[in-house]
């Protein structure tokens, strides 16, 4: 069974900060998502790293992957309030087809 | 833009109602999903389906079943609704199986 963790699950930060959001799964994998959901909203896809080594940036976001070690991260740089949300690493197991196994969510607070 | 429709928001039942959730894409994808969302558990996939009249159980089916006539539309329903199935039910959809999964706004459902 496919199982999925994140760490930390609650995360308040001063605007300005950098910090890292860690996302562990516990078997093969060579495709990882990471969504964000405002509070009251539904999920929006952040980046897809589909392969060992990928890196994706979009503005203060980092996401990266490492399939040997089964992690991906999620870097904030110099965090604004806007950044404040629920970001959800997803897993796609190399042999479950379309299923997600989704990891339990990070909320992150910014702070001014 | 990809856009995934669910016919509620918020939604009041009583235990032991029928209840039918309707989820509607407009970018002639495959693949649709069904999830729940509760605090604490990420989100745990319910029952998919990969083409029209095609599904497959999810993580978490007991107590639910699908319904996928049209390609466009994917209802999940309630046979008799239980206190422990309120919850926020969120549908996806992905063009091919292992693309990026698009969501819907959520209906969140009461059931008391």
């Known amino acids: 069974e496919l199982k999925v963790e994140q760490n930390p699950l609650f995360l308040s930060m001063q605007e300005g900060k950098n910090y890292t959001i860690y996302c562990n799964y516990s078997?093969?994998?060579?495709?990882l998502y990471w969504y964000r959901q405002d509070p009251g909203k539904s999920l929006e896809s952040l980046f897809v790293?589909?392969?060992?080594?990928a890196v994706k940036q979009e503005g203060r976001l980092m996401a990266s992957l490492d399939t040997k070690a089964r992690l991906s991260t999620l870097h904030i740089t110099a965090a604004v309030h806007d950044l404040s949300a629920t970001y959800f690493c997803a897993v796609d197991g190399e042999t479950s087809g379309s299923r997600l196994t989704f990891g339990e969510g990070t909320q992150l607070t910014v702070n001014p | 833009d990809v856009k995934v429709t669910q016919s509620s928001r918020y939604l009041v039942k009583r235990t032991g109602e029928k209840v039918f959730l309707e989820c509607v894409q407009d970018m002639d994808h495959e693949n649709m999903f069904w999830y729940r969302q509760d605090p604490g558990l990420g989100l745990r996939l319910i029952y998919f389906?990969?083409?029209?009249?095609?599904?497959e159980k999810g993580d978490i089916p007991e107590g639910y079943s699908v319904s996928r006539e049209k390609k466009e539309r994917f209802s999940l329903i309630l046979e008799s609704a239980s206190t422990n199935q309120t919850s926020m039910y969120l549908c996806?959809?992905?063009?091919?199986?292992?693309?990026?999964?698009?969501f819907g706004p959520g209906t969140r459902l009461t059931v008391l």
């Open positions: 389906s990969y083409d029209v009249k095609m599904k």
């Open positions: 790293l589909l392969s060992n080594g």
């Open positions: 996806a959809s992905s063009l091919l199986s292992r693309d990026t999964q698009y």
């Open positions: 078997t093969t994998s060579d495709r």
